[in-house]
Nanobody
């Protein structure tokens, strides 16, 4: 059984920064790609960023240059550093073990003045 627990969400002003973390239980973490998704009210869940087991990264066009995904295999963690936040980044953010049905519970990010 794998559990994913996100933290780090909150309320931030436009232009501000937040750092989301996802802690994974279990010993399989290092073998899988990990991803961050987000879902805004009334919208479908969308991929924000992903990172392979080897550290290769991929970003949605809307966050390129502003968000950075990283992972610490020794700590079973994946992090999303979000800079230059915009109101349209407001959503619930979820981490996912790629290729599996394992999702975190989500953390709310609100960007508002």
């Amino acid at each position: 059984q794998v559990q994913l627990v996100e933290s780090g969400g909150g309320l931030v002003q436009p232009g501000g920064s937040l750092r989301l973390s996802c802690a994974a239980s279990g010993s399989i973490f290092s073998r899988y790609a990990m991803a961050w998704y987000r879902q805004a009210p009334g919208n479908q869940r969308e991929l924000v960023a992903s990172i392979s087991s080897g550290g290769s990264t991929n970003y949605a066009d809307s966050v390129k240059g502003r968000f950075t995904i990283s992972r610490g295999n020794a700590q079973n963690t994946v992090t999303l550093q979000m800079n230059g936040l915009k109101p349209e980044d407001t959503a619930v953010y979820y981490c996912k073990l790629s290729g599996t049905a394992y999702w975190g519970q989500g953390t709310q990010v609100t960007v508002s003045s």
